[in-house]
């Protein structure tokens, strides 16, 4: 039984900050994104003894809400109600709404208070008891990519650089590590980390990335894979309120400029044992053998996780030859154009970079299947291949599917992904993509109309 949240803490937690009113309760869906209720303090001991209601069908959305009614969960079964209870650790304020809002998350469960089965938060849990069972405990930090973008669309409707809060000019051009992108934003990006102190997010090194606009924030290691994944959904909540409250969004899409640089998830795993070393370090700039069985799992099953690093229509416009995205399953040394990176370091900070995964992932799935890959190729002791010297793109024929149809149906026939995931989440979320992938193909885009419909 997963651990549950005592509503002692709470109401500890509720003393100190008197002004509270109102506490959002966020259950992220498969896509990642928060949906939920906003309760009253008063309401909050009732939901810690006796969960809040919310249909299983939160399960079953595509990324506009829709229910996709062939997994079962809408109407099948009279879009019936599951149990959220609040997870441990996770109150916090909420500084972008003013003092009296405060967040908390929740998990569901069935009415037995066993883990339901279609929350990603309890498919990551069942990974990580594997890893508990070996002695084993992972190490995990998450890099997120973003853009600010303007609140006012392009006469296409298409997204634009905002203009740039200091010298009110709009930034058209690639700057990797801009300080005067930072200067420019320099009071959003202020008040970003005045919001993740105050949520007790580990958020760290905030850096100029390629694209007019586009950052990332960088979350700080700790040894639990799932409050890892926690702090990523958090952060991305955080993210867009502070953005809004200045006037622009921020946005996770994983391309959206067709000439600008792609926004990235990436994953850094290591590995402690029971003595809390690490088994990945060596003197070797390429790891343990251990980190190369780890890699070599990495590299035998990313085709079958490419449905979960890329789950939406617009994440494979980020495959682009020399754009720091991989378009085969190679691993380096100090060398970002390659799927698994072995960052430089000394020997006991030696880990597994996973630079595969869109902004848009959902950080509980994608954690879980890297995680499941890296424990296959412990336990198999798969070799990843040769390490890469040099440019990862002298090649640039892909050797992965980077189509939605080619990745989701890779997903469906995958032994792997069934037992890392479980039979049943494997098939609700194949449903739940392959639904909207159905919708989104049935779109005719404004780019058809001007190519094809007076020249064919």
């Keep these: 039984m997963p651990q549950l949240a005592d509503y002692e803490q709470a109401r500890a937690w509720l003393a100190q900050h008197p002004r509270v009113r109102y506490v959002d309760l966020l259950l992220p869906d498969q896509m990642g994104i928060p949906r939920g209720k906003r309760v ?31 997994t079962g969960l809408g109407f099948d079964e009279g879009d019936a109600d599951r149990i959220c209870l609040p997870v441990p650790g996770s109150l916090a304020l909420v500084p972008w709404l003013g003092d009296e809002v405060a967040q908390m998350q929740v998990a569901m469960y069935d009415h037995d208070r066993s883990p339901f089965f279609g929350d990603p938060r309890h498919v990551l849990e ?16 998450v890099e997120l990519e973003f853009y600010f973008v303007d609140r006012e669309r392009t006469p296409a409707g298409a997204a634009q650089p905002p203009r740039q809060p200091r010298s009110g000019r709009r930034e058209d051009k690639t700057q990797i590590n801009s300080m005067a992108e930072l200067d420019e934003y320099s009071d959003v990006l202020a008040a970003i980390d005045a919001a993740a102190r105050a949520q007790d997010l580990p958020a760290g090194t905030v850096l100029a990335e390629y694209g007019p606009g586009q950052f990332e924030v960088n979350l700080h290691h700790v040894p639990d894979a799932l409050t890892a994944c926690d702090h990523s959904i958090r952060l991305k909540r955080l993210v867009k309120g502070v953005a809004l409250a200045h006037g622009f969004d921020a ?14 998830t990436h994953l850094h795993v290591s590995l402690l044992d029971r003595d809390g ?3 990945f370090a060596a003197e070797d700039p390429a790891g343990s053998a251990a980190l190369r069985h780890a890699i070599g799992g990495l590299v035998a099953t990313i085709n079958d996780t490419m449905a979960v690093c890329a789950p939406t229509a617009n994440s494979y416009r980020r495959f682009q030859p020399e754009a720091y995205v991989p378009l085969n399953p190679i691993w380096a040394v100090n060398n970002r154009g390659v799927a698994f990176r072995v960052p430089a370091g000394p020997p006991a900070s030696r880990r597994v970079e996973h630079r595969v995964a869109g902004a848009d992932a959902n950080p509980y799935l994608l954690a879980a299947m890297v995680l ?5 190729g412990i336990e198999r002791e798969l070799d990843p291949g040769p390490v890469l010297a040099g440019n990862a793109y002298r090649d640039a024929t892909p050797t992965i599917p980077l189509s939605w149809p080619e990745a989701l149906a890779a997903f469906e026939r995958s032994e792997f992904a069934r037992a890392c995931l479980g039979e049943r989440f494997a ?15 049935s779109y005719v885009s404004p780019l058809e109309y001007s190519w094809y419909l007076t020249t064919v």
């Design 40 to 70: 009253t303090v008063e309401e909050l001991e009732g939901i810690h003894r006796n969960g809040m209601l919310l249909p299983a069908s939160m399960f079953a959305l595509d990324v506009l809400g829709g229910t996709v009614q062939a």
């Design 126 to 141: 069942r990974v990580l008891d594997r890893y508990t069972a070996r002695g084993l405990t992972p190490v995990m930090a």
């Design 251 to 264: 946005t996770f899409m994983p391309k959206p400029y067709r000439d600008h640089a792609g926004s990235g």
């Design 277 to 279: 070393h690490n088994v």
């Design 372 to 376: 499941g890959g890296m424990l296959q």
């Design 427 to 441: 098939r609700l979320y194949a449903q739940t993509r392959r639904g909207e992938m159905q919708d989104f193909g």
